[in-house]
T-cell receptor, first 114, second 111 residues
């Protein structure tokens, strides 16, 4: 049972380049999330998907787009990367709609934008 | 929106001593409070959680207390061990889909 799988683990982009971070979960969870983690700022929600076919903005959505491709997969896209998007990105899923049982996080993607 | 503050940002304790990390929240509607442990270079992992209808919850050496009136909750680790060294995050939620995290506490247990 893999849990939540994120790819890639590391990425370096030049300013203005685009890329998509992939996330897949095999736990049949309805809800999926994208967070970014920056030093001294904790984890901040970028976008979430409460169920297949729905997506909603979180706390810091600017500069990102998401796609809930199916129940298993939730991708995060940076259309024109900026140095301010240098961060560690975590995908997560939860087993019930209200997330009350806590998240299962992926292993993270360390993104550097130069 | 919700605002979660976490203190201290760093904490060093001797092995065997207790460690306490405190969080406050601003939204009285928040009703779910999980704690996560993140080891260096690893993903955050849920270690304990508490709902607003409960004042205290224990799991072996870890306990969480909640004071709804004062809007604060705390993580208590007793008999600390070197493997407890990590960054700990608190969070608060009332919608379930919007978790607001504290800024983290880096705990070092000195052997």
């Amino acid at each position: 049972n893999a849990g939540v799988t994120q790819t890639p683990k590391f990425q370096v982009l030049k300013t203005g380049q685009s890329m998509t971070l992939q996330c897949a979960q095999d736990m049949n969870h309805n809800s999926m999330y994208w967070y970014r983690q920056d030093p001294g700022m904790g984890l901040r929600l970028i976008y979430y998907s409460a169920s297949e076919g729905t997506t909603d903005k979180g706390e810091v959505p600017n500069g990102y787009n998401v796609s809930r491709l199916n129940k298993r997969e939730f991708s995060l896209r940076l259309e024109s990367a900026a140095p301010s998007q240098t961060s560690v990105y975590f995908c997560a899923s939860s087993e019930v709609w209200d997330g009350a049982y806590g998240y299962t996080f992926g292993s993270g993607t360390r993104l550097t934008v130069v | 929106g919700e605002n979660v503050e976490q203190h201290p940002s760093t904490l060093s304790v001797q092995e065997g001593d207790s460690a306490v990390i405190k969080c406050t929240y601003s939204d009285s509607a928040s009703n779910y409070f999980p704690w996560y442990k993140q080891e260096l270079g690893k993903r955050p992992q849920l270690i304990i959680d508490i709902r607003s209808n409960v004042g205290e919850k224990k799991d072996q050496r870890i306990a969480v207390t909640l004071n709804k009136t004062a809007k604060h909750f705390s993580l208590h680790i007793t008999e600390t061990q070197p493997e407890d060294s990590a960054v700990y995050f608190c969070a608060a939620s009332h919608t379930g889909n919007q978790f607001y995290f504290g800024t983290g506490t880096s705990l070092t247990v000195i052997p």
